[in-house]
């Protein structure tokens, strides 16, 4: 059974920083982009980094450039995104998603096969 596991959320303050990381279990995660998404009440999901299978490639989105890092570590099958300077907007639940191959319309949801359970991430004094 394919499965992706999101981790690492919690309640962090303004200007803190969280690490969330994505597993994977019952398939190979170094074959496979992920993409990370976020939605927030009220809001549609939003593309927030994608890497690509080898880690050569990594997309942002521009509301979290210079503050998200997304990386992989293929060797324990699992994707991190390292996110600093975190402000209250960015609260949402946060979701890894997979897919064969990296597209430039990473941002999308609906091209990508496999998603996790979501992990909340809240951002509040």
């Known amino acids: 059974q394919l499965q992706l596991v999101e981790s690492g959320g919690g309640l962090v303050q303004p200007g803190g920083s969280l690490r969330l990381s994505c597993a994977a279990s019952?398939?190979?995660?170094?074959?496979?982009?992920i993409g990370w998404f976020r939605q927030a009440p009220g809001k549609e999901r939003e593309g927030v980094s994608c890497?690509?299978?080898?880690?050569?490639?990594?997309d942002y989105a521009d509301s979290v450039k210079g503050r998200f890092t997304i990386s992989r570590d293929n060797a324990k099958n699992t994707v991190y995104l390292q996110m600093n300077s975190l402000k209250p907007e960015d609260t949402a639940i946060y979701y890894c998603?997979?897919?064969?191959?990296?597209?430039?319309?990473?941002?999308?949801?609906?091209?990508?096969?496999?998603w996790g359970q979501g992990t909340q991430v809240t951002v509040s004094s």
């Open positions: 890497i690509s299978a080898s880690g050569s490639r990594t």
């Open positions: 019952g398939f190979t995660l170094a074959n496979y982009a």
């Open positions: 998603a997979a897919r064969n191959y990296y597209d430039r319309d990473w941002w999308h949801p609906i091209i990508y096969d496999y």
